[in-house]
């Protein structure tokens, strides 16, 4: 199975700043998922990363507030712009692991943001 | 339109029985996947189980069982001889593919495990 890590762990910033999380993945994968799951709350994807091509945002999430870049096959990083207390939650990235006939996805550790 | 749902915000379960935490999806899709995390008080997304809608048998792994109803659209988890360490959130999520041929997991709300010694 791919292990995932994620740098940093957790973090406090201040309103107005940006913060790049990293994610490392120890094998080569096709398709790269960032999250976010906000305090209480369930996931919600923010945006698919694939090596070589712009990362496609959903409905809500914006490339100027949440860049993301992919530049080779196992990393991959996503910052949070102009931060505010709303963007305050945990943010996951996450790689599917295709070893047929099993079909699984994983989840990093997660960084925990705290904006004041 | 919610995709997934996760009816049971919280349930409660006595050490050693079984429980079920149900969900249900909705998708116009031939081809799609269903699958089942836990999530500790750490924070972590603990994968458990995946079901494949072409897939005729349930899937299991370990005292992990998912009941798969294609006709009612439901993929319920079962855990069985529930441990302490099976307190937890449960997260059901469904992955269907996209418009340009990627793919995305959608999750349901989750329901809150508390295993009672």
């Known amino acids: 199975s791919a292990v995932i890590s994620q740098k940093p762990s957790r973090d406090i910033c201040q309103r107005g700043t940006s913060l790049t999380i990293q994610c490392q993945v120890d094998?080569?994968?096709?398709?790269m998922f960032w999250y976010r799951q906000q305090p209480g709350q369930s996931l919600t994807l923010i945006a698919t990363?694939?090596?070589?091509?712009?990362?496609?945002?959903e409905s809500g999430f914006v490339i100027d507030k949440f860049p993301i870049s992919r530049p080779n096959l196992t990393f991959s990083t996503l910052t949070v712009s102009n931060m505010s207390p709303e963007d305050s939650s945990i943010y996951l990235c996450?790689?599917?692991?295709?070893?047929?006939?099993?079909?699984?996805?994983?989840f990093g550790p997660g960084t925990r943001l705290l904006v004041l | 339109a919610q995709k997934i749902t996760q009816t049971q915000p919280g349930m409660f379960v006595q050490e050693k029985e079984a429980v079920t935490l149900d969900c249900t999806y909705d998708t116009s899709d031939q081809s799609y996947g269903l699958f089942w995390y836990k999530q500790p008080s750490s924070g972590e997304m603990i994968f458990l189980i995946y079901q494949g809608s072409y897939d005729e048998q349930n899937a299991t792994e370990g005292r992990y069982s998912l009941n798969f109803q294609k006709a009612r659209k439901s993929a319920n988890l079962v855990i069985s001889a529930s441990q302490l360490g099976d307190s937890a959130m449960y997260f059901c999520?469904?992955?269907?593919?996209?418009?340009?041929?990627?793919?995305?997991?959608?999750f349901g709300a989750g329901t809150t495990v508390t295993v009672r010694a």
């Open positions: 094998s080569q994968v096709t398709m």
């Open positions: 996450s790689v599917e692991d295709l070893d047929p006939p099993r079909v699984t996805q994983y």
């Open positions: 999520a469904m992955r269907e593919f996209t418009d340009n041929n990627d793919y995305k997991l959608s």
């Open positions: 990363a694939n090596q070589g091509s712009e990362a496609t945002y």
